[in-house]
């Protein structure tokens, strides 16, 4: 469910890896967690295999299919990496994703020069927006079905740690 955005901050903060047993299209709650200098541990289809780096640097881990014992294996295999986990290498790799990169490579590719941000869109409002432009990330609306992984709390399945968001009232 949604969460305000000092309140995802704070998790983000608090939380040893994110958890994202679903799909996403683009993997934007992944990129999220790298930016907050977090590994990803996610069922590795969709979006996940091109924003999470799994090399240099070491992102996180990615399992097959979307059972438990899967996920025990991937959650055991990212203690096992922990160490190499930087989270300023994760942070900087997550900076391609920011909107002004986005803005770089628009720029270059349209020809157009990168002090008017404002050409990119038809009303030119929504890249020549100061405060929009000023923000390393936009605005964060939430998460829904992932969890961070922490040592707060055991996970019944393996005996490690897990943090999971609460699910919205139904």
């Known amino acids: 469910g949604r969460v305000p955005?000092?309140?995802l901050r704070d998790l983000y903060a608090?939380?040893?890896?994110?958890i994202l047993p679903g799909e996403e299209d683009f993997g934007m709650t992944a990129v999220e967690a790298l930016a907050s200098g977090k590994p990803v541990v996610a069922l590795g289809r969709g979006g996940v295999l091109e924003s999470v780096?799994?090399?240099?640097?070491?992102?996180?881990?990615?399992?097959?299919?979307?059972?438990?014992n899967q996920?025990?294996?991937a959650l055991s295999h990212l203690e096992k990496l922990e160490l190499r986990i930087v989270p300023?290498?994760?942070q900087r790799?997550?900076?391609?994703?920011?909107?002004?990169?986005?803005?770089?490579?628009?720029?270059r590719t349209l020809g157009v020069p990168e002090s008017s941000p404002k050409n990119f869109s038809a009303s030119g409002n929504r890249f020549g927006n100061p405060k929009l432009r000023n923000n390393r990330w936009p605005p964060i609306s939430g998460i829904s079905h992932s969890s961070c992984y922490s040592r707060r709390r055991p996970?019944?399945?393996s005996?490690?740690?897990?943090?999971?968001?609460?699910?919205p009232a139904q």
């Open 155 to 157: 996970h019944r399945a």
């Open 14 to 18: 608090s939380c040893r890896a994110l």
């Open 5 to 7: 955005d000092g309140e």
């Open 93 to 107: 790799y997550a900076r391609r994703f920011s909107l002004d990169e986005f803005l770089h490579k628009m720029a």
């Open 53 to 68: 780096p799994l090399r240099e640097p070491c992102g996180g881990v990615f399992y097959d299919s979307p059972d438990e």
């Open 71 to 73: 996920l025990e294996a």
């Open 88 to 90: 300023q290498d994760l």
């Open 159 to 167: 005996g490690a740690t897990a943090t999971a968001r609460p699910e």
